[in-house]
């Protein structure tokens, strides 16, 4: 090898160590200070039905600060998503405005969901937990449950202890997905439902084009690069709170 092929390699190996190094570097360290949003407790119970509703639903404003990951200058497809616990269940709801969402039936090969319109909905109990939880949910009845660990390796075969329940609805606007997780799921990922308690949160949605299949990935917390939505900085901080919900800030 000549002296120019040499130096050409050693740079080419010098750049993927950097690149390796800052991607891991992304997937597991959090940015300093992370969006807060704050989650209130309800009293009532709601019924899993897609429909969503109930009184908890018209007394608390939606959570609709989403954005076009790597590109929030692009405006994003309307996305309201609202969150509730109590001392058994975890609740969380999206509702996505879209006219023709890409969707199919449920089947037993969970990564069908991959190519259809989706929201999801990751659970990390802090940055020294090693593995966070995956819920993602498609408009026609399609889910994908799985773990994660840092980066990107992923068990299929996880699911949240004790089961979830969820339901979607499709109407001519777009659709709607109602999800419920119950505490022995929620212990089981290292977070105790009760006042004050912290978590890392991420809420997104996937928006296909179902004529060319190419997907608009949306996000609450967009960490400015290429989407990715399993590197640590794409997280926010959820509290469980006793009070009114207010806006993320």
């Not at 360290?29 to 969006?35: G, K, Q, R, V």
């Not at 969901?113 to 993602?136: G, H, N, S, T």
């Not at 022995?184 to 912290?198: D, F, K, P, Y």
Request: glycine share 6%; charged share 25%; aromatic share 12%.
């Amino acid at each position: 090898m000549n002296v120019e092929k040499e130096y050409l390699v050693m740079r080419y190996c010098a750049v993927i160590a950097v690149a390796v190094t800052f991607a891991a570097g992304c997937a597991l360290h959090p940015p300093e200070i992370a969006p807060l949003l704050e989650i209130p407790r309800i009293e009532e119970e709601v019924r899993v039905d897609g429909i969503l509703d109930e009184s908890c639903y018209r007394s608390h404003p939606p959570f609709e600060n989403f954005v076009v990951a790597g590109n929030p200058a692009r405006q994003a497809p309307s996305t309201h998503a609202w969150l509730f616990w109590n001392e058994e269940t975890l609740v969380c709801a999206f509702v996505c405005e879209d006219t023709s969402p890409a969707w199919m039936p449920p089947s037993l090969n969970e990564r069908e969901v991959d190519p259809q319109d989706r929201v999801e909905l990751f659970i990390w109990r802090d940055e020294a937990a090693p593995v966070y939880a995956c819920i993602e949910a498609a408009p026609g009845g399609a889910v994908h449950d799985y773990a994660a660990r840092f980066y990107r390796k992923f068990d299929d075969g996880w699911s949240p202890a004790g089961g979830w329940a969820r339901q979607a609805k499709i109407d001519p606007s777009g659709y709607s997905i109602e999800m419920a997780l119950p505490r022995a799921a929620m212990e089981a990922m290292g977070v105790t439902l009760a006042s004050g308690v912290r978590f890392r949160l991420g809420l997104f949605r996937a928006d296909y084009d179902v004529l060319d299949g190419t997907p608009v990935w949306i996000t609450w917390v967009d960490h400015g690069r290429e989407p990715d939505f399993h590197v640590a900085d794409s997280f926010g901080t959820a509290v469980l709170s006793l009070w009114e919900s207010r806006a993320a800030r």
